[in-house]
């Protein structure tokens, strides 16, 4: 199985709800990725948990909140978000018997209201 | 920081041409991916290739480290080959530099 699921695929939320995006594989990777990417752009780390710790956190706003209940599984929270948050949000995988090969999910498409 | 750059920056092919896209970047690095983003967002590895050359199918890379540059060849394009291709590079494990990518359109 080299897929990496994301749910949900759309979301639109106003400033004031608190929402969730999960993210899950099972592929045994040890290194999962938030990225966001806007439009005609590519894509930015906000990010990065190795072996279920937080290991690279790129300046990202408190109202993003990740979490790693598990190998398999990551969160992203939202809570008060800006229209200008409005992106395609992707998780990511990687092993380093790979290379650190990054896998990819097809997304949640946020729009904030 | 490590700089990227692709080109061309847009391509535009018929069906059955050939390609090739470039990636130049301004540092040693350790990691070197591309990747495909169909029109409907999909990211998909291409290749992890830091040095050498590589294949899969219709498409090939070759990576010279010491000149700091790479190169993706797509042989008899095909629709579906439509999308943006980038190339990132990185020193460390995790992080990324992503160039800004190649948009290529395959037209029947």
């Known amino acids: 199985d080299t897929e990496v699921t994301q749910t949900p695929k759309h979301l639109v939320m106003g400033m004031t709800n608190k929402k969730s995006l999960k993210c899950e594989q099972h592929?045994?990777?040890?290194?999962m990725y938030w990225y966001k990417q806007k439009a005609k752009k590519p894509p930015e780390l906000m990010f990065v948990?190795?072996?279920?710790?937080?290991?690279i956190n790129e300046s990202v706003p408190s109202r993003f909140s990740p979490e790693c209940p598990n190998s398999s599984l990551l969160n992203l929270h939202l809570h008060a978000l800006q229209p200008e948050d409005s992106a395609l949000y992707l998780c990511?995988?990687?092993?380093?018997?790979?290379?650190?090969?990054?896998?990819f999910g097809p997304g949640t498409r946020l729009t904030v209201l | 920081g490590i700089q990227v750059e692709q080109s061309p920056p847009d391509l535009i092919l018929q069906e059955g041409a050939n390609s090739t896209l470039r990636c130049n970047f301004s540092?040693?690095?350790?990691?070197l991916q591309w990747f495909h983003q169909n029109p409907w967002g999909q990211l998909i590895n291409l290749f992890y290739?830091?040095?050498?050359?590589k294949q899969n199918g219709r498409l090939s890379a070759t990576t010279v480290a010491t000149e700091r540059y790479s190169l993706l060849y797509i042989s008899s394009s095909q629709t579906t080959d439509s999308g943006v291709y980038f190339c990132?590079?990185?020193?460390?494990?995790?992080?990324?530099?992503w160039g800004a990518g190649t948009k290529l359109i395959i037209k029947p």
């Open positions: 540092d040693s690095v350790n990691n």
């Open positions: 290739i830091p040095s050498g050359t």
């Open positions: 990132a590079v990185g020193k460390s494990n995790y992080q990324l530099i």
């Open positions: 592929m045994g990777h040890r290194a």
């Open positions: 990511a995988s990687s092993s380093r018997t790979l290379g650190n090969t990054q896998y």
């Open positions: 948990y190795s072996y279920e710790k937080l290991s």
